[in-house]
């Protein structure tokens, strides 16, 4: 197939690719004073590419020799991570001008990752699969050090970066030894090579190396160290994205390679990431508790809550990859509104973090305490909230897979993380009021606040198309 | 069955009311006045709706009336199914003639965050009303769980010192035996691929997977009724909670496990439900006896109350479990009394506690010299709660010790006695209260039930009364559908029982 008929699969990924070139070139013209307008631009980049996405007609289909593969599983996640992207990248419009940290590299580096996170996201190919994971992280690498005269955030880039490069050459280790075995890198020679000797021990070796380099991408127990110190000392703006796109992007690749090439290993994979899901459900739930800091709070939330997506994957099956689906779409919403809402945590100009600031919220802002205490309940899982619906449909397929002690152990441990979730509503709401937050939070803070808090109330409205078209998504995985 | 979507009228009206609530503007004032407006019109017009329910009820079917029914996610067959029997019929009713006594009851004593207050208590109201009128499993739960959020925020922004402590508690207690719940309910879901209440209940679960589902409802439903030993939260919560709150939880909150043990325990696992019926009278006795003998050494009045409720829910799970007619009828309608009964004494203990900011028994003393309406009416719920004929109380107690003495006659004696100690510290409450000499200096300015304190407690005493002396009313109601869901369930339990 000549490959002008392959690039209209790409124009996502070309959208921001050309975008952030065009956008690099204007600012290295105009100078720092362009900040805002490649910002502007970058979002509008990123909203194309999101509106192509939404638009294309679905299809399965693939480009350049398997390396790029579409269907509506990916797209669906494609549509996701540019979501999730663009209302970060929105976000940080305000907190960088008010931090006086407005450069025109900052949109530039989301648009690469995101375009990394894309590329993940299609792969075909054992290579295509590492050159996205790592246009993606070096990115993330130079974004968490953005704030260069900071102590905090320079750790935070550096800590990434050390243990993101050990991550990267475990991954690329795994993918080795599953080129060994089989003697080439695409996703389908592997699963042939596999199915051919599913108990070979060099596809065992590579799997569990694979899983590693997953593990620490998602931040999963016990490859999680990173996540709070990174989580804490990166600008808030960043912290969101880090929270949302590449762990929506790296799971939702994680579930094709298992359900493609390793599926021949589904008995062990199941295992594994039971345990790894076990593991940070309840070290998520447990650490939390000790934590005074709302980004580091929001740290451990994100490990368990990976965890919890986690257990879908771990189910496998049409049913598990549709609750791995509706759960990231939740967590996208939720997480979204969570960081609105921390960003709007300034006093005297400066940004606050520590959970003890947001006392008495209730007295002093009653709308925003509201929207933060939806979140809360919702990341906690209660009815009739978003975060219910996303436990009940992963836990639904991991009882279907019989996994029924997974679901047990993981709804305990989501009690245990009930409790600091509530210490956050009990701190806004029972205590008495520390000072104000500068006011006002900005148009964008406050719509992108109140349609999450929305959202999040009124899932259960949305509920069954967001169901059918995962359902749609998920069914697309397994008829290639 | 499409008609006028009544049920869900009456479920979602309070919901609207809150949102009207929620966009109240002006001063402090002008907020907290309209605010409570707002909420005793809104509930009084779901009172009214409900009575029209139950008017064009039909208590001779025992099917589900009023059944609304929408696809809401078809691909896994789960619907917002309603309706009521005439089990649910009576527990819709007692929600919507509290919730405008609760509005009523704290208009002078909640002074801050009025706003707040009415929306939380509406949404409450929403909230109970669906769990008692879902007819769908993942239906019921969204409602039954629900109900945390603004309990947890209602006890802990409104309560007292220590409201911090048991909001937790409340929270965390239930939410715990909650996800065991959920865990039995995706079980079930798998196993026989429904959710509906209906299907369920004519769906053979085999013996040894009921056992398990059983005992995971049992987790849920025991902690929330509750039952001894996982009561603990519940004086706790009932102490710190202002006295709405306690007026909630006591009428409606608790009858959620009663319910529950009804509507899913024994029809759905009846086989599991006559196996482990021992356990549930050894414990519900155990509840009786223990919880009134620590109720007859409280110091505060909320707390006796609140450990008097343990006890009278240990009538009532003995009832649900002893499989007769009476057994049953009789712990409806214990719930019913309790409901009631309790949520006025509460109320008692809330107008002495707005006068003189104490709950400690010591603090009164010869009260009937300056409060004699108020004497009268503490008097009838005394009554009530004693087991007096001719009050709600003895009915229920009546009932289920009457089904009790056909399933196992220890467990009625023991039972019966809970009533004499029942009367011992209620007696005694009444006593240190009331009579005696008025020595406390601080008292003597104490003022008589005001107005809207009558109006608050007239329509209770006469309900008291009136289920007193003619429970036909209200034993009729459920008597059809009673009697349906035992007869459907005898053959069962006897098929399972000694075919598996």
Partial sequence: MPIADQLPLLWPELILGLGAMGLLLLGVFNGEGSARNVTLGAVATLLAALAVVVFAPPKTAQAFGGMFVTNDFVLFAKALVLAGSAATLVLALRFNAAEAIERFEFPILFLLSTLGMLLMISAGDLIALYLGLELSSLALYVLAAYRRDSARSAEAGLKYFVLGALASGLLVYGASLLYGISGTTSFAGVGRAINAAPGSLGALVGLVFLAAGFAFKLSLVPFHMWTPDVYEGAPTPVTAFFAIAPKIAALTLLTRVLQGPLFGLIDIWQQLFGVLALASMAFGAFAAIAQSNIKRLMAYSSIGHMGYALVGVAAGGASGVQGVLLYLTIYLVMNLGTFACILAMRRDGRMVEEISDLAGLNRTHPGLAMALAIFMFSLAGLPPLAGFFGKLYVFLAAVEAGFVGLAIAGLLSSVVAAYYYMRVVKVMYFDEPADAFDRPFGRVTTSILGATAVATVFFFLVLSPVLDSALRAAKSLFAA | ?500
């Fill in chain 2, 1 to 500: 069955m499409v008609g006028f979507p009544l049920l869900s009228l009456t479920i979602f009206l309070p919901l609207i009311g809150a949102l009207f609530v929620l966009a109240v503007r002006g001063d402090d004032e002008e907020i907290a006045r309209n605010a409570r407006f707002g909420a005793l019109w809104t509930s009084l017009a779901t009172f009214a709706l409900s009575l029209l329910v139950w008017t064009r009820f039909d208590a001779s079917s025992a099917e589900f009336q009023f059944v609304e029914r929408i696809e809401w996610l078809p691909a896994f067959r789960i619907a917002y199914v309603l309706g009521v029997d005439g089990i649910s019929m009576p527990f819709v009713l007692l929600i919507t003639l509290l919730t405008p006594i609760c509005v009523l009851a704290s208009w002078t004593a909640i002074t801050v965050r009025v706003k707040e207050y009415m929306i939380a208590f509406l949404i409450l109201e929403t909230l109970m009303l669906g769990a008692f009128c879902a007819l769908d499993f993942v239906l019921f739960y969204i409602f039954f769980e629900g109900v945390l959020i603004p309990m947890f925020l209602i006890i802990g922004i409104w309560g007292g010192p220590r409201r911090v402590y048991s909001a937790y508690k409340f929270f965390f207690y239930t939410l715990a035996g909650s996800v065991l719940l959920l865990v039995a309910l995706l079980v079930l879901y798998d196993e026989t691929g429904t959710t509906s209440v209906i299907e369920l209940a004519s769906h053979p679960v085999s013996l040894s997977l009921q056992r398990w589902l059983w005992l995971a409802f049992f987790a849920s439903f025991a902690v929330k009724l509750p039952m001894w030993p996982v009561h603990t939260w519940l004086p706790d919560a009932h102490v710190e909670a202002p006295t709405a709150g306690s007026v909630i939880l006591a009428g409606v909150l608790l009858k959620l496990g009663g319910y529950g043990f009804l509507r899913f325990s024994l029809p759905i696992l009846p086989a599991a439900s006559a196996e482990f019926a021992p356990l549930i009278f050894a414990l519900s006795v155990i509840a009786i006896i223990y919880t009134s003998l620590v109720a007859l050494v409280q110091e505060d009045m909320k707390k006796l109350i609140a450990y008097s409720s343990v006890a009278h829910m240990g009538f009532v799970t003995i009832g649900i479990f002893s499989g007769s007619q009476q057994g049953v009828q009789g712990a409806v309608f214990q719930m019913l009394a309790h409901g009631i009964v309790s949520a006025a004494l509460f109320l008692c203990v809330g107008v002495l506690y707005d006068r003189m900011h104490s709950r400690s028994i010591a603090t009164y003393g010869g009260l009937v010299k300056r409060m004699p309406n108020y004497a009268v009416v503490l008097m009838v719920f005394s009554m009530a709660a004693v087991g007096l004929p001719g009050t709600a109380g003895f009915v229920g107690e009546f009932l289920v010790l009457v089904g009790a003495f056909q399933a196992n006659t220890w467990v009625a004696a023991l039972a019966a006695s809970g009533v004499v100690l029942g009367a011992a510290y209620m007696l005694w409450l009444y006593w240190r209260v009331i009579f005696g000499q008025m020595t406390k200096r601080t008292l003597a300015a104490i003022t008589d039930l005001d107005a809207r304190e009558a109006a608050v407690f007239a329509p209770l005493v006469l309900l008291t009364l009136w289920m007193g002396i003619y429970p036909r009313t209200f034993l009729h109601v459920s008597e059809v559908a009673v009697a349906q869901m035992l007869q459907r369930l005898a053959p069962l339990k006897a098929a399972l029982l000694t075919g598996l």
